[in-house]
């Protein structure tokens, strides 16, 4: 007995520890490795009384081994696919700076180790504080112990259908991102256009110089305006995220005969 609840609670450690790997805030370099591992620890310590116990163990290493990569497999999707939603709001302020031509003032992101620019950078951090606001660390933990009434550890999962689900899902992004930079999209090309006018009207005048200097503000204001309403989107988005986590964990399961 005691080698049947060692072997459960090490698939819950793989489960947990694909999920901190990829899920917000958990997966961010501000959190050192040693939390991630103490948060895996404990968490399976606890989890590992309340999660319903296996009908059948994998026989074997070969069968242990292919269990705890499918565990761990699932736990990366649960936290891939929380951290979706927080890219495409950060595509929408990319698609605002590569707009406004602020693309060329990025700067260095130290939790991703990449270049970001100004608004996809803003846009970031407003994600995950209304992560934290709506208890989106909470959630997160909270779907993981849902995910294991619904795929019991060490069962068979249908992996195919489960990526294909996530592959949907992941298709998001976009559609998230040109939704939230749909205003300053808008704008900006109305300004485009006008210089357009203007480049036939007066000639001598250079709109690419002079587009430099007015697309930014106008973008910078436009933003400001519809921040309410983008703060309120992202507020949306994120409380539907346990929506999304609920079709995949049904896709997993394997159809019964």
Not at 127 to 138: E, K, N, Q, S, T
Not at 150 to 178: D, M, Q, R, T
Not at 179 to 202: E, H, R, T, W, Y
Request: aromatic residues 12%; neutral net charge; hydrophobic residues 60%.
């Amino acid at each position: 007995m005691n080698s049947k609840l060692i072997f459960i609670f090490f698939l819950i450690m793989a489960r947990l520890g694909g999920m901190v790997s990829t899920a917000p805030v958990f997966s961010r370099r501000e959190v050192f490795p040693i939390a991630r591992l103490l948060i895996v620890f404990w968490t399976a310590s606890v989890l590992i009384y309340v999660v319903p116990l296996p009908r059948v163990m994998p026989v074997g290493a070969v069968g242990f081994i292919m269990a705890f990569i499918c565990e761990a497999f699932l736990g990366f999707i649960i936290g891939f696919t929380m951290d979706i939603f927080v890219t495409g709001i950060e595509l929408a302020g990319n698609l605002m700076d590569s707009q406004a031509g602020l693309s060329v003032a990025s700067m260095l992101d130290p939790s991703s180790g990449r270049q970001i620019t100004l608004l996809s950078l803003l846009l970031k951090w407003v994600a995950l504080i209304l992560f934290l606001l709506v208890d989106g660390h909470h959630l997160v933990l909270s779907a993981l112990v849902h995910s294991f009434q619904i795929l019991p550890v060490g069962g068979h999962f249908n992996l195919a259908a489960g990526s294909y689900e996530v592959i949907k899902i992941a298709s998001y992004i976009f559609f998230l991102g040109v939704q939230l930079s749909a205003p300053v999209l808008l704008i900006i090309f109305l300004v485009d256009f006008g210089f357009g006018i203007l480049n036939k009207v007066a000639e001598q005048v250079n709109v690419f110089q002079l587009g430099f200097q007015i697309k930014p503000s106008v973008s910078l204001f436009i933003f400001w305006l519809t921040a309410p309403g983008i703060v309120s989107s992202v507020n949306l988005i994120l409380e539907h995220i346990s929506d999304h986590l609920l079709h995949i964990f049904h896709a997993l399961l394997l159809p019964t005969t």
